[in-house]
Structures are given as C-alpha cells and as structure tokens.
C-alpha cells in the first residue's frame, strides 16, 4: 500500500524549534516530489515548498521562505519539515503529500501533524 | 506566482442538486489543474487531475472541465457524503498554489 505516515501531534512554547517527518513505503520514494501544507485553523490550504528526495532540491513559497527548512533523507524514505524559533502563528495542521508525474498532482496525503505553540 | 480564484466561496445545495465550481487562474496554466475534497477532520482527497481526468476510485458524478485560465468542477448529483470543501490546486509551475476553497453545505 501506497502511504505517508507523519509524526505524532506537537505542543511546544513560542521560540522552540520542531521537527516533523513524514516516511514514505510502498513506492520509490526517490522519484516523487513531497510536498508540506499548511492549513491554519478554519482556513484553507497552503504550500510550504516542496523535496525531491532523489537529488534534494528544494523550491520554497515567497511567504514561507526563511521561516522553515525542509529537508529529505532518501536512505530512510522521510522528508521532514522544522523550525528553528516556533511563533503562535504556526499553529496548525500541517500535511505532507506525494506529487507526481503521474499524475501531476498531490495524490496521496499524509493524515496530518497537527502543531500548536503556545505559552 | 500563479493566483487561484474561486466562486463561489460558498453555496447551499441539496442532496441530488448539480453542482458547479468554478476556477480561476491569474494566467494561462494550459490543463495543469487539480481538484480536491476535504473533509472535517480528514486530509483532502485528489478528485481531478489535468483538469478532466478522474483519479482512480472516485465516483463518476464528478467532473472536471476547462482550460486555459478557466475551470469547473461539476458534481451532477450531490450526494449526503459530498458536503465538504472543495480546492483547486495548479501543477503548471512548482509553486503549487491552492484556490482559496468553496465549501458546500446543506
């Protein structure tokens, strides 16, 4: 079975770091870029930046960029998601999935990370 | 960046209604458009990919259509299990912007 299984949920105070993972099995994790997904409370999605575990090349959205480091290890099948100085406003849920070719699209989702940061 | 608009934000159906989303893209994003269904509580599920081709295990009344700048979702008889939210995504760049979601309730 194709799947993603991400990390367990977090409570962490405003300036900790944090990092979540997201492991990939049942296909070649090398070949598919992963993607993390904010989504804030009672709101919509949004892209982080994306990993292609194969060479590790990474591309970040403007308004993440700077704010978090997202990384892959190709050896263990996990791409990960961290920061360095966690604020309130990075509480929520965040979601890895894989995307294709084929299709060119996020096919498979992880269940979820869900983050919250407060004193 | 490429901008997704959609409309409405929102909309009251009822169980058997047609349904029609509809996508915008800043710019001409070929048939690089993808939709999703999410759930409260769930992760989103891929319904259409390239902006017309169903993902294998969803249900045939819905459909994807457009090109261009301009896309619909139909669903052609909503169904209880269809109440949900609903994104456009696109692939045309790797900055892979979502719409901001239309969410369909009773």
């Known amino acids: 079975e194709v799947q993603l299984v991400q990390s367990a949920a977090e409570v962490k105070k405003p300036g900790e770091s944090l990092k979540i993972s997201c492991k990939g099995s049942g296909y070649s994790f090398t070949s598919y870029w992963i993607g993390w997904v904010r989504q804030m409370p009672g709101k919509g999605l949004e892209l982080m930046g994306i990993?292609?575990?194969?060479?590790?090349?990474?591309r970040y959205s403007p308004s993440f960029q700077g704010q978090v480091t997202i990384s892959a290890d190709k050896s263990i099948s996990t791409a990960y998601l961290q920061w360095n100085s966690l604020k309130a406003s990075d509480t929520a849920i965040f979601y890895c999935a894989r995307h294709g070719p084929p299709p060119n699209a996020f096919d498979i989702w992880g269940q979820g990370t869900m983050v919250t940061v407060s004193s | 960046d490429i901008q997704l608009t959609q409309s409405p934000s929102s909309l009251s159906a009822s169980v058997g209604d047609r349904v029609t989303i509809t996508c915008r893209a800043s710019r001409n994003i070929k048939i690089y458009l993808n939709w999703y269904q999410q759930k409260p509580g769930e992760a989103p599920n891929l319904l259409i990919y390239?902006?017309?081709s169903l993902q294998s295990g969803v249900p045939s009344r819905f459909s994807g259509s457009g090109s261009g700048t301009d896309f619909t979702l139909t669903i052609s008889s909503l169904q209880p299990e269809d109440f949900a939210t609903y994104y456009c995504?696109?692939?045309?760049?790797?900055?892979?912007?979502f719409g901001p979601g239309t969410k369909v309730h009773i």
């Open positions: 990993v292609y575990p194969g060479d590790s090349e990474t």
């Open positions: 390239d902006a017309s």
């Open positions: 995504q696109q692939s045309y760049t790797t900055l892979f912007t």
